[in-house]
């Protein structure tokens, strides 16, 4: 279902989370609120779950107003960034929460939390209890038990923040896999901005409890809207007020006349792409990326004087 | 390694000493005092039915007075740590003076509040009513002292993860709240119970120890001394520390148990 909100607001004491921030979720999209520490993110995701009270502003889910519901009626599934599961019961009786709560019958819930369990690949833990799981599978249980009520949208609170490297990559690919298959609308908060555009459909960039954008990832990397956006959504070298994305930078093998000459400071070998540390004739430090291949072609190396050509900087209005 | 293996047997040998100075030795003097007169002296010792009375009185009410605590301490403790009010350090530091009070200054004022002439109306001495009382007022700190660490660490998402599932406030408290803080609540009660069940100081003034009505068993002990019967007094002592232990630990295990997976 379809998740708007429209005009929220909201502060706690002198600090101002949200201010006047209205987002649309289509119906079966999956959107990620991506901003810093303290850009209104979770703030605004806990008022769609009904965890926090909007100041000002409505929340309305499928076309239904529920701002005074409280979260226990407003049918939806919400994962905390450290799961919090319950952890006096088993993975088993976690899954099986929200079913009890709502008396079904034995053999529904018993069903019902046998095919999750399988959906989130735990099958066989069902008798452990939490302190028995690793990260990732305290993760997976948290969904399985947000998904056993059929929730009509899915709000996930930065979760895969807490694992490691290798794990958060699994559970991503696995996150959008799953949302493939069963299309619950769903809202997760980042704040890696890799993350959400591996993952999500959409981006809302949030920063100082405002939105700056909105859009598909590819419109955010090609077309920022403002400074905090473009510096924000991948790597960035600021030039005076111009701003040139490192991989835009050219490092030419000979000087045609459009250039300017750079010292290269530090050549970093990361795989595939190499980073370039330059120094411009006016001191101004930049970076510039290139393939392995091209730093290999180029003979790149410390101490090097080359010509580089820097186009398209992009000049944002004040 | 081989110093920290040395420091490890020298602090063994110390905590044997003390504890042997302080505890073992006493027991077991106690339990050889009950003993001289063979076991068929202490049976009569702890069969005489005012030692009956005064040890059912003390098994009896201290458990009330631990079920009272378990509730109150535990809203105590919620109060103190989920809500905010003005005063609330001061309120929480007076949760100490029972402890921080002699006990016989406690029976005092309990004595001239709730007494002959009571300032409030209210007067209880001389009745099962003033045991309560002043129990009560000298265990209150254990339950609220050992929930409010385990309540402060508790994580509030768990009860958010519960509602968002569907669970409105009562089946939150039932199914998420108390199974977690029962460990903390069980051992605050074992302490409670064990210390209600040796109180002397604030019940010897406010009782008025009137044999089999509200005579308790360490009072009854002070008075078998006074009388110069120590083998009695030192059979009902045994009769009021075996239960104290055997409490102690059924509720030391039942809370382990509970907190296996809890913490």
């Known amino acids: ?318 | 390694m081989v110093g920290a293996r040395g420091g490890s047997v020298l602090g063994k040998g110390l905590l044997g000493i003390y504890l042997s100075v302080l505890v073992l030795l006493p027991v077991a003097a106690l339990l050889a005092k009950s003993g001289t007169g063979g076991t068929s002296q202490f049976w009569r010792e702890i069969s005489n039915p005012e030692a009956v009375a005064a040890i059912k009185l003390t098994l009896i009410i201290s458990a009330i007075v631990v079920l009272i605590n378990a509730i109150f301490g535990t809203i105590i403790a919620w109060v103190l740590v989920r809500d905010e009010f003005p005063g609330k350090r001061i309120v929480n530091a007076l949760i100490d003076l029972p402890f921080a009070l002699p006990t016989i200054v406690a029976g005092v004022v309990l004595l001239a509040l709730y007494g002959k002439g009571s300032p409030v109306g209210i007067d209880v001495a001389f009745t099962r009513a003033a045991i309560v009382l002043a129990l009560l007022f000298v265990t209150l700190p254990f339950v609220v002292r050992s929930v409010q660490p385990v309540l402060h660490e508790l994580d509030v998402s768990m009860e958010e993860a519960a509602e968002s599932l569907g669970a409105g406030p009562l089946t939150v408290l039932r199914r998420i709240v108390l199974p977690s803080l029962a460990p903390a609540i069980i051992s605050g009660v074992a302490l409670s119970f064990a210390r209600a069940v040796g109180e002397f100081g604030s019940l010897v003034l406010i009782t008025g120890n009137l044999p089999f009505k509200t005579e308790v068993g360490s009072v009854y002990v002070f008075g078998q001394i006074q009388n110069e019967n120590l083998p009695a007094a030192a059979a009902v002592s045994v009769v009021l520390l075996v239960a104290a232990l055997v409490v102690l630990a059924a509720l030391t295990l039942l809370s382990r148990w509970r907190s296996k997976h809890v913490l």
Do not use: C
């Open chain 1, 1 to 318: 279902m379809a998740i708007e909100a429209r005009h929220v607001s909201k502060r706690f004491g002198t600090f101002t989370a949200l201010d006047d921030v209205s987002v649309t979720v289509d119906d079966g999209a999956l959107m990620a609120l991506l901003g810093p520490s303290g850009s209104g993110k979770s703030t605004l995701l806990r008022i769609i779950a009904g965890l926090e009270t909007p100041d000002e502003g409505e929340v309305v889910i499928g076309g239904e107003q529920v701002t005074d519901t409280p979260a226990r009626s407003r049918g939806v599934g919400f994962v905390f960034q450290h799961y919090a599961p319950f952890k006096h019961m088993t993975v088993h009786d976690n899954v099986a929460f929200g079913l009890s709560v709502r008396r079904r019958p034995k053999a529904e819930i018993e069903a019902r939390v046998k095919e999750l369990l399988g959906l989130v690949r735990l099958d066989g833990l069902a008798e452990r209890y939490p302190s028995q799981l690793s990260g990732g599978q305290l993760q997976r249980m948290a969904l399985a038990r947000a998904l056993a009520v059929q929730p009509k949208v899915l709000l996930l609170d930065e979760p895969f923040g807490a694992l490691d490297a290798q794990v958060r990559g699994e559970l991503r690919e696995w996150l959008r896999r799953l949302h493939e298959e069963i299309h619950v609308t769903t809202i997760f908060v980042t704040h890696d901005q890799e993350e959400a555009m591996e993952v999500a459909e959409q981006i809302v960039v949030m920063n100082k409890g405002r939105i700056e954008q909105t859009g598909t990832p590819r419109d955010l990397y090609e077309s920022p809207s403002n400074e905090f956006v473009m510096s924000f959504i991948g790597p960035v070298n600021r030039i005076g007020d111009a701003y040139v994305r490192p991989h835009d930078v050219e490092i030419l093998a000979h000087d045609d006349g459009s250039a300017t000459e750079a010292l290269i400071k530090r050549v970093v070998h990361l795989g595939f792409e190499v980073r370039v540390e330059l120094t411009l004739p006016d001191g101004r430090d930049i970076s510039a990326q290139v393939t392995r291949a091209n730093a290999a072609e180029l003979e790149l190396h410390e101490g090097q004087i080359l010509p580089v050509r820097l186009p398209r900087p992009r000049v944002f209005a004040a």
